[in-house]
């Protein structure tokens, strides 16, 4: 998901220009949220591209992501960077809500986790009434987790349109047959095509 964020062809649908204009990063003034961040890789290099960004995940791993940003702290010339808990399913800040990006990566992985994920996407798009764009990606390993994202996806298409990047978009060098990344976006008329 990195990797992608650094492509022309996310760059083109979602950047305007997609390039450095003028010293500006593809995402300088985007806001960017992730959810279930883990090491915050994604959102260090959308903080790197320019974003202002919140990464989120348990309150245990938040040290964690606040030693990675740190370590990382050169990168951030023109976006920013913050790291705080988020449990899926509670009541977001308001300063989450309505990002240009909403970022999953790799959330999928157990049933217990999808109506509380589901909860907390539609609370920070108003139920997929706002203009932010969903990028999720998927590591398909096994029969069970291709499975969950089906559901997952099947919970999502009540409020959102779901459309699969073409592997051949991805770095070719971070391609893999079981790896599959999606945007998501809002059911409003302007992203019906």
């Known amino acids: 998901m990195a990797k ?4 022309d062809h996310f760059q083109a649908a979602h950047c305007h220009s997609g390039r450095v204009v003028d010293g ?4 300088c003034g985007r806001r960017v949220v992730e959810l279930g961040a883990g090491t915050g890789v994604v959102g260090i290099m959308a903080s790197y591209l320019g974003a202002s960004t919140l990464i989120t995940d348990l309150d245990s791993l938040v040290p964690l992501l606040a030693y990675n940003i740190s370590q ?4 951030f010339s023109i976006g920013s960077i913050s790291a705080r808990p ?12 309505h990002p240009d ?4 990566a790799n959330c999928i992985y157990y049933e217990s986790s999808l109506e509380m994920l589901l909860e907390t996407v539609l609370s920070l798009t108003s139920a997929g009434r706002s203009e932010t764009v969903i990028l999720a990606c998927y590591e398909e390993r096994t029969k069970e987790i291709s499975e969950l994202v089906r559901r997952w996806h099947s919970m999502l298409s009540e409020h959102f349109v779901i459309y699969d990047v073409e592997r051949d978009l991805l770095d070719a060098k971070y391609r893999q047959d079981y790896v599959r990344i999606v945007r998501i976006l809002c059911r409003s008329p302007q992203h019906e095509n």
């Open 4 to 7: 992608y964020l650094e492509t």
């Open 101 to 104: 990006f909403l970022i999953l």
């Open 24 to 27: 500006r990063q593809p995402l």
């Open 72 to 75: 990382n702290s050169m990168l």
């Open 86 to 97: 988020l449990c899926w399913g509670s009541k977001p800040d308001t300063d989450l809500l």
